[in-house]
DNA sequence: TATTCGCCCATGGTACCCCATAGATCAAAT
DNA sequence: ATTTGATCTATGGGGTACCATGGGCGAATA
């Protein structure tokens, strides 16, 4: 399996350092990312973490936009500065800066997601009210439209498997 | 890495000194910058910082203004007019003078904002305020965007509405 | 002369390397 | 099925190199 999948939570120890799960690893591994992109999420408290396409992906977004116009800027502000890279240690660990407990409010514990082609790192208590949150507004989508919404509405989107717990 | 990326806040000591962030010195490294520019950035309390490519970069900007009208001027006194290098001293800090100061703001400490192919420098708390402005806008262009992007914004993560795959 | 600027070194803190260990997971064997 | 043993994983800690910061000193400048 070269996707990032299910979730866990680990530890940060005195040092300031959380174990990646082991199983993210070897994805990262497969995919031959040697530096993980995390970035800051635009309306939830956490940071999307994926390989060096995440960046390349955003990147090429932007570069459709006029780069004179406000909104490219507004894009690349966003992602090259609210952007970091986390570095691998040699066994398998990432030093949680002030950079990820600001915005994510991660103090002893980190709850990593699996998210497909990205996964995403969140402080648990958090993730497990906006999973309900996600839960709801899924359940909501389906009452409304009928019943061939969820395969048509989770073709892009992922949220459906990897949410689940 | 050869992109100024993430963003750090650095002290000014008591000589008016500070220092550049060592991933950002690297990337001036590898990016061959023999010298650093600095410009006011337009509409913002903030400095673009980069090589020669940035010269280039605004150079092309007031290009596509009619060059009989004011604005192109404008443009042009403000960019030519209104640069002036940043000479890294042996340890990699940079002298704030007093013509940083006035258009920044900056009085004590210097935050330093990766953008890519340059980096900004700002005083920290505007700095914060216009990443609210920011990830607002962004916020909003992503809820106008259309039918395709509610699954993109439970995925809650980015600029582009087809997150995963 | 007084001030600034560039170069040098010192230091505290942090990030990273390496190794150790307890608990979990899995396999084979009884 | 239970037990036993080998491996894997998360976590802890020691040591080291790097980095931000502070300050001294001499040369250039006004």
Known sequence: MDRFLSNAVNRIDSKGRVSV???FRSVVQKRGFTELYALRALDIPAMDVGG???LD???ERIAQEDPFLQTADDMSFFVHGDGTFLKLDQ???ITVTDF???HTGI???VAFVGRGLFFQIWEPERLK???QEVRARLLKLRQAAGSGVTAGQ???SGVTAGQSE
């Open 21 to 23: 799960p082991a199983h």
């Open 52 to 54: 060096l396409d995440l």
């Open 57 to 59: 992906r955003y990147e």
């Open 91 to 93: 066994d398998g660990r």
């Open 100 to 102: 990820l407990r600001e």
């Open 107 to 109: 103090t002893t514990d």
């Open 129 to 131: 009210a906006h999973g």
């Open 154 to 156: 989770s073709a892009g």
